[in-house]
């Protein structure tokens, strides 16, 4: 069987759930034997073409974020939002409470932290945050999740073996993985 190509991507969030990956400990042998790593944070390749599986971990919050996100579903086959962040905004969506203007605000000057010294960011090259943080299906279509904050090794490397074996994942053997 040849090897699938996997990407695993960081849009908003932590690198929680990239941790959580990296938990699921000697079971990566097995993984590295049925896939090829063509985009990763942990990795350095600057052409993406195309992946049979992407993992994407945290919302969208900015231009960069969305497109980075079209261009990823358009080259990817399955697409799975990897932990709450993707699939339901969760913690960067709390500032959508907040008017990005404020959330900047308190960030950047406001905050005790500043001194009083504190400047807004202005510079072109930033990445331009959305009023918003959204999950990923507000951006793009999804076939799978896995929820949790970080989600569970567990549940991970299920569903990723269950892909990278051409079988359906069960998803209440998911749920299961992840809540006992
Ligand atoms: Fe971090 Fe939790 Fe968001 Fe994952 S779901 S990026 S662990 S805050």
Partial sequence: MSKKKLATVWLGGCSGCHMSLLDIDERILKLAELVEIVK??????????????????????????????????????ILIALGDCA???????????????????????????????????????????????????????????IPGCPPSADAIFYLLSELLNDRIPHLDQERKLKYG
């Fill in 40 to 77: 990763s944070p942990i990795v350095d390749f600057k052409n993406f073409i195309y992946a049979d599986i992407t993992l994407v971990e945290g919302s969208v919050t900015s231009d960069e974020h969305w497109h980075e996100i079209q261009e990823i579903r358009a080259k990817t086959k």
């Fill in 87 to 145: 699939v339901t905004a969760n913690v960067t969506g709390m500032r959508n409470y907040f008017s990005k203007e404020d959330v900047l605000k308190q960030a950047y000057t406001d905050a005790p932290s500043n001194d009083g010294k504190g400047q807004m960011p202005g510079h072109p090259a930033l990445l331009k945050l959305h009023d918003k943080a959204v999950p990923l299906q507000e951006a793009v279509t999804v076939d799978y999740c």
